[in-house]
């Protein structure tokens, strides 16, 4: 029995499943590193349904699947497909659900994926809808930040597009199940919306050069320029921020520094040679996550 079916939002778990998805994804590893073969999903077939560009979320998925001895189709050019001709969100779910055991989606509208879940069959996990969330971002945000540094009792900053990022949107969320200090940087038009801040505790707005010297985390994200209704107020914070290596030297020894990426001008390219860079490692860790999430969500066993 799965603990859950979707996989919609970060809400959608408490911190015992989530607990429960981090150590297996641990168990996950040495599979995820090409070490170790598996067939534990052979037969299975997951179906990628992007409706937004993706490196890493689509294809750290298709390496979890491929990975455990499953199969993937994939479906990112909308203009290959019958979306084109005018197939309805709704339709395209109901038949690809026909097709695969589990349907991962990314799509420009917030609620997508939970609409998508309305009429599937099969489990739908959000890979990304709009401005919402990303859920499995967040379980691999977690995962890195108990690999690299420790999930409890840590200062964290999350800095950049607090407004428009949806990969903050769902770690905010989970971070508060943890004993969490977090600190919220960006440019004032950019805050964190308000509806995210409802019920957490232990939040505070800061200055980066405020807090850089007690920080154990600094998850940084670039501004989300496709989201924004007017390209002048982009142009506005275009730039605004960004992390160096003369910065850091004011850090804690033991900073992590994290991204989501896709990196634009946000953090130095001199920051990936230092011991605080860990967004390549972040970005790795997506895949056993995302196998121990498939895992989950199709009943694989072990064999
Ligand atoms: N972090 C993330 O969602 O990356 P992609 O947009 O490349 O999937």
């Known amino acids: ?14 911190k015992e499943d989530i607990l429960f998805i981090l150590k297996k994804a641990e168990s996950f590893e040495s599979i995820a590193r090409g070490e170790i073969n598996s067939k ?37 050019a909308q203009e290959a497909s019958s979306i084109a001709k005018g197939e309805t969100l709704a339709d395209t779910i109901k038949v690809v659900s026909k097709y695969a055991d589990v349907i991962v989606l990314r799509h420009p509208l917030e609620g997508a994926a939970r609409f998508a879940a309305e009429n599937s069959e099969v489990p739908i996990i959000n890979g990304g809808d709009g401005a919402g969330q990303h859920p499995t971002q967040t379980l691999l945000d977690l995962y890195t930040i108990m690999k690299e540094s420790s999930l409890d009792g840590i200062k964290i900053a999350l800095m950049g597009d607090l407004k428009y990022s949806r990969t903050v949107h769902s770690l905010i969320r989970a971070l508060t199940l943890f004993n969490t200090k977090i600190y919220l940087i960006s440019p004032d038009t950019l805050r964190l919306p308000e509806e995210f801040l409802e019920g957490l505790k232990n939040v505070e707005i800061a200055e980066l ?6 920080i154990d985390v ?7 320029k496709e989201r924004f209704p007017d390209e002048e107020e982009y142009k506005k914070v275009a730039g605004s921020y960004k992390i160096d290596s003369e910065l850091l030297k004011k850090a804690k020894e033991n900073l992590i520094i994290m991204h989501p990426l896709p990196r634009i001008d946000e953090i130095d390219v001199s920051v990936d ?9 972040q970005a790795f860790y997506g895949v056993p996550i ?6 989950e969500v199709l009943n694989g066993v072990i064999a």
Do not use: C, W
């Open 40 to 76: 534990m999903l052979e037969g299975k077939i997951l179906a990628n349904l992007f409706f937004e560009p993706s490196t890493r979320t689509r294809m750290s998925f298709e390496v979890a699947m491929k990975r455990l001895g499953g199969d993937v189709i994939n479906m990112t």
């Open 290 to 295: 995302r196998m121990a999430i498939l895992s």
């Open 1 to 14: 029995m799965s603990r859950f079916k979707h996989l919609i939002s970060i809400d959608d778990l408490d």
């Open 209 to 214: 050069d405020d807090v850089i010297n007690e």
């Open 218 to 224: 600094l998850y940084v994200t670039r501004i989300q």
């Open 273 to 281: 040679k230092t011991r605080h860079a860990k967004y390549f490692d």
